[in-house]
């Protein structure tokens, strides 16, 4: 069974760095594609980040790029997400999801439990 | 960048009810378009990828439609445990940009 769990939420200043973690099991982070999503509280969601299966495409959220980055440890079966230059409108729940690509399609299909960031001075 | 956006935002219904949620994007996606349903409190799950492919274990009175820009999610004969935000998300390029949602209520 897939699971993921999110950790390394906290409370940060602007400006400040962090990085989450997604731990995962029942799969290798290296098999499939992984994501970032995340949930402004109230709002809706927004994709930060992808990182493929193999780890040669990575892309990036707009409001994201030159700021976070994506990566993954095969050893570990881990997955990350550094967050620097932090700003107010990145306080959100942030969740890690595996990319699954089939049936000419592309989606993210499972989801940890989310980690909860907040931006504030 | 492509947008997505849904209508309605909200809708009400009842038990039984058909309802049918719509989609569009502002440039051609082909059928890279999935459907996810979130509760209060928990993570999203997908419903429908691919435009019209039922994930498993989700019941059969979910199913989607659409291809190019236009798509729509349908659940014929609502169940209380329906009541739920519903988001679409394209998957076409390198992006995969959500709708805005489109909350489900009673």
């Known amino acids: 069974e897939v699971q993921l769990l999110e950790s390394g939420g906290d409370s940060v200043q602007p400006g400040g760095s962090l990085r989450l973690s997604c731990a995962a099991s029942g799969f290798s982070v290296s ?9 402004a509280p109230g709002k809706g ?3 930060v980040a992808v990182i493929s299966a193999g780890g040669a ?3 990036y ?6 700021r976070f980055t994506i990566s993954r440890d095969k050893s570990k079966n881990m997955l990350w997400l550094q967050m620097n230059s932090l700003r107010a409108e990145d306080a959100a729940i942030y969740y890690c999801a595996t990319l699954l690509i089939s049936a ?11 980690t909860l960031v907040t931006v504030s001075s | 960048d492509i947008q997505m956006t849904q209508s309605p935002s909200s809708l009400s219904a009842s038990v039984g009810d058909r309802v049918t949620i719509s989609c569009r994007a502002s440039q051609y996606i082909s059928r890279y378009l999935n459907w996810y349903q979130q509760k209060p409190g928990k993570a999203p799950k997908v419903l429908i990828y691919a435009a019209s ?4 274990g989700v019941p059969s009175r979910f199913s989607g439609g659409g291809s190019g820009t236009d798509f729509t999610l349908t659940i014929s004969g609502l169940q209380p445990e329906d009541f739920a935000t519903y988001y679409c998300q394209e998957s076409y390029d390198t992006s ?11």
């Not at chain 1, 000419?104 to 439990?113: A, E, I, L, P």
């Open chain 1, 31 to 39: 098999d499939l594609g992984m994501a970032w999503v995340r949930q």
């Open chain 1, 104 to 114: 000419g399609g592309r989606w993210f299909d499972s989801w940890g439990q989310g």
């Open chain 1, 61 to 66: 959220g707009d409001p994201v790029k030159g």
């Open chain 1, 45 to 47: 969601l927004e994709w």
């Open chain 1, 57 to 59: 495409s990575i892309y």
């Open chain 2, 53 to 56: 492919n039922l994930q498993g």
């Open chain 2, 96 to 106: 995969y940009t959500f709708g805005q949602g489109t909350k489900l209520e009673i």
